[in-house]
């Protein structure tokens, strides 16, 4: 997600995304659900939209696009009204993947590669697992204490909410990026990393894509 919120936070210091406008701004065949859901309520997990359901996180059915994934949950109903309270949602980072598509008319990994990757020199970080070396393997914790092989999953269903494959230092480089305004200008800093709070006055701890506190060091972002 902080890959997308990131892609996203410079999308909208070009000018190239509003924050306030609806999804299908940017999304026009996303079906509408009565009352508008913001680019800002996706990116702050106040949109409605749902989480996954059952053993949807052990998906291996395989999408040829993130528009075709978001037909697991498109007609699905809300389950709040947009900006009433916060509830974390992948599918709804889904979405907003969709919409960094629609705004550069590009495709998911395409906006990462001109957004983020290029300019920071991220060479191994990917929405896929084509040729890719030295991969780790994965691994689950049974309830006796016992480990074993995680499940093969197809990250396919949730490109932009969780499934890229990245390194610890490339993600590192990136988070070191974040605080610098040549990356993300002040303005733009302060529109991602302040907290938004719901309708109901929920305390999220979370801006725009981030979780946002204040320490003893200062505000923490992560």
């Not at 990994?109 to 970080?125: A, C, F, M, N």
């Amino acid at each position: 997600k902080v890959f997308t919120a990131a892609a996203l936070a410079r999308l909208v210091q070009a000018g190239e995304v509003d924050l306030d406008v609806e999804v299908q701004e940017y999304v026009p065949s996303f079906p509408r659900k009565g009352t508008p859901i913001t680019i800002a309520q996706l990116a702050s997990h106040q949109s409605g939209i749902r989480h996954y359901r059952g053993a949807e996180h052990l998906s291996t059915v395989h999408y040829d696009s993130v528009l075709d994934s978001l037909r697991v949950f498109a007609d699905d109903a809300l389950l709040f009204r947009p900006g009433r309270t916060y509830f974390y949602s992948s599918y709804g980072f889904n979405l907003l993947g969709a919409v960094l598509e629609g705004a550069s008319d590009a495709e998911y990994g395409d906006v990462l590669r001109e957004q983020l990757l290029s300019p920071l020199g991220l060479s191994r970080t990917r929405t896929d697992l084509a040729g890719l070396s030295g991969r780790t393997a994965f691994y689950e914790v049974r309830e006796d204490g016992s480990a074993r092989r995680a499940p093969r999953v197809d990250l396919s269903n949730r490109y932009p909410s969780g499934g890229l494959i990245s390194t610890a230092e490339e993600i590192a480089r990136l988070g070191s990026k974040l605080g610098d305004p040549g990356f993300l200008d002040r303005a733009t800093q302060a529109t991602f990393f302040t907290e938004r709070r719901p309708a109901n006055g929920t305390r999220t701890s979370y801006g725009l894509g981030f979780d946002v506190a204040e320490t003893p060091l200062g505000k923490f972002v992560g």
